[in-house]
């Protein structure tokens, strides 16, 4: 079992930065792919980011590439996402979440709200 506790999340102006952190507890982490996604108010939940479990490999949805970065320590069992030139279409609560070998993702977190005023 793998439990997932997402912090970081916060009030913004647009144009400004965040930095989401994903701290996991349980099971050790590194051999699974994680992620991490986001919904906001009235909409379907979505994709925003994914790394292997090496950290050597990274995918990110159109809507956010070339602005947030996903990067993991394997060592602390940490996952972050920084994010930066944020937009209010960025506003949304924020999953963390795993992906066991071979499998879905299994395990996610809880959530952490991000506003990004205009």
């Known amino acids: 079992q793998v439990q997932l506790v997402e912090s970081g999340g916060g009030l913004v102006q647009a144009g400004g930065s965040l930095r989401l952190s994903c701290t996991a507890s349980g099971r050790i982490i590194s051999t699974y792919r994680m992620g991490w996604f986001r919904q906001a108010p009235g909409k379907e939940r979505e994709f925003v980011a994914t790394?292997?479990?090496?950290?050597?490999?990274?995918g990110y949805s159109d809507s956010v590439k070339g602005r947030f970065t996903i990067s993991r320590d394997n060592a602390k069992n940490l996952v972050y996402l920084q994010m930066n030139s944020l937009k209010p279409e960025d506003t949304a609560v924020y999953y963390c979440?795993?992906?066991?070998?071979?499998?879905?993702?299994?395990?996610w977190g809880q959530g952490t709200q991000v506003t990004v005023s205009s």
């Open positions: 790394v292997s479990w090496s950290g050597g490999s990274t």
């Open positions: 979440a795993a992906r066991v070998p071979g499998g879905e993702y299994k395990y």
